[in-house]
């Protein structure tokens, strides 16, 4: 294990910002190698479709996208360490792992398990950035758990049948295992790999899972059954003893109750600032449109703890579960900034991304494309306004708040940037540029009382490259 205080990397502060927003100086207060072997397909992108022909390649070629380590829900701060889960490279390796580092001791230790990345429709020949492995931890007894290496799979998806009896991947640990020593935290500590949480329910067709923690510190799943254009999102409780039954955030083909069109939905469920959230893009099942993928920035929140009702609009309207017309969460069409564009041309396809402070100022964003143009978008409302306020002026990056102050954290030539606004406004201003150090080309981003953590990639070649953590001061 590499561990490496980065006093060398230089920051650029602009102090302005110090003075239109509540934040302080951040810092760079450590930096760890976790690993030389990060998965990452390397090679070309290839159609879609049921591949098992598909020849080997020289380079590990995908289907969707190139990334898969860091991706996904892959990064949970608990105490003194931090988990971050990633596929080991090169193409030929593939393994699940779960990397914890303690902050405290400065150790680092990697679990590594049976189960390796099957691949598109199990072929391991074409990568599948869509697999990630999400990981939890359940404040009640301490438990981790993961899920992993899922898209949308069943008895007939492939379908030869060949993932019948391996289609949803689920791994729980012993409890106390967050917290276990060093010396005691190994694959031992874990549960074999199985098909459910609860025995008795449909694991079948789930994809992207997200682990969440509510005001009572009870860990929630939030994942989506079904297509890119009929799906639903669906939660479950663990309660320290047990998983609960899913229940719907929506319904699952809508035109069979009264909707016009099936619909699926890209965004997010999170609880935030005390709340379970909402906020999403539609993807509809219409071919005549000037949408190819997505459309509308949607959002509503819930006064219910665990989020199975009490739903309502940013409005204060009351809307009920499941959503059968997402319509009433529409604040707002991106696409609406290409008027004219033709049937079946305009995209929105890089994730809404949206957060909300702690006196509830909601901020959106994502990037609409068409005929290789690119407009940011940022639509905000400050707290107690009615309307939202749209910008097409706004840094890239993914979005956080800390109390009343907005952050975008991303990328600028491969250097670590952090931009920070007041809530409720568009007044972004740069407070920290790395100028220095390792090259990264993605990574996801968590904030934890006052310290940022940046899992990233590093620019490398080949089907196996560095990964990082790097974890910052806020200066809150």
Request: aromatic content about 14%; hydrophobic content about 30%.
């Amino acid at each position: 294990m590499t561990r490496l205080l980065l006093k060398t990397i230089t920051t650029t502060l602009v102090c302005a910002a110090l003075c239109s927003c509540n934040v302080g100086k951040v810092e760079l207060i450590d930096s760890v190698k976790i690993s030389d072997l990060g998965l990452y397909f390397d090679g070309q992108k290839v159609k879609p479709k049921d591949g098992f022909d598909y020849p080997d390649s020289p380079k590990y070629d995908y289907a969707y996208g190139p990334r898969i380590t860091p991706h996904g829900d892959c990064i949970e701060v608990y105490g003194d360490y931090v988990f971050m889960t990633w596929y080991k490279g090169p193409e030929a390796v593939r393994n699940v792992m779960l990397s914890r580092y303690n902050m405290k001791t400065g150790s680092l230790v990697t679990v590594e398990f049976d189960h390796r990345h099957t691949g598109f429709v199990n072929n391991p020949h074409i990568g599948e950035s869509h697999n990630t492995i999400a990981v939890g931890i359940c404040p009640i007894d301490d438990t981790i758990h993961l899920l992993y290496d899922m898209h949308a799979y069943g008895p007939t998806k492939p379908l030869n049948g060949t993932l019948s009896n391996d289609y949803f991947r689920y791994q729980i640990s012993e409890k106390g295992a967050a917290v276990a020593s060093d010396e005691q935290f190994s694959k031992q500590l874990f549960g074999p790999k199985r098909l459910y949480l609860k025995k008795g329910e449909d694991y079948t067709h789930l994809t992207y899972p997200y682990f969440h923690i509510n005001e009572k510190d009870e860990l929630f799943v939030r994942i989506r059954r079904g297509g890119h254009n009929n799906g639903k999102y669906m939660l479950a409780k663990y309660d320290g003893e047990s998983w609960s039954d899913f229940w719907d955030f929506n319904i699952l083909s809508a035109s069979e109750h009264g909707h016009p069109h099936d619909w699926g939905l890209y965004g997010d469920l999170k609880f935030e600032n005390g709340k379970l959230r909402a906020g999403f893009e539609t993807r509809l099942a219409i071919e005549t449109d000037k949408y190819k993928y997505n459309n509308g920035f949607h959002y509503a929140y819930s006064n219910d703890p665990e989020g199975r009702g009490e739903w309502f609009t940013h409005k204060g309207e009351p809307v009920a579960l499941p959503i059968i017309d997402p319509t009433p969460l529409k604040f707002y069409e991106p696409g609406d900034l290409y008027p004219d564009a033709e049937p079946n041309s305009l995209y929105l396809t890089q994730g809404t991304d949206w957060t909300v402070t702690e006196d509830d100022s909601i901020h959106f964003i994502n990037d609409a494309r068409h005929n290789g143009k690119s407009i940011d978008v940022h639509a905000y409302k400050k707290a107690g306004e009615k309307e939202f306020k749209v910008s097409t002026e706004v840094p890239g990056g993914q979005l956080y708040s800390v109390g009343s102050t907005v952050y975008l954290i991303g990328l600028e030539n491969g250097y670590p940037y952090v931009s920070a606004a007041q809530g409720g406004t568009n007044d972004w201003k740069v407070i920290y540029q790395a100028a220095e150090g390792p090259l990264f080309k993605h990574g996801n981003a968590i904030i934890r009382d006052g310290k940022l953590y940046y899992f990233l990639m590093e620019n490398g070649e080949g089907s196996a490259q560095p990964i990082h953590l790097l974890i910052y001061d806020l200066g809150l």
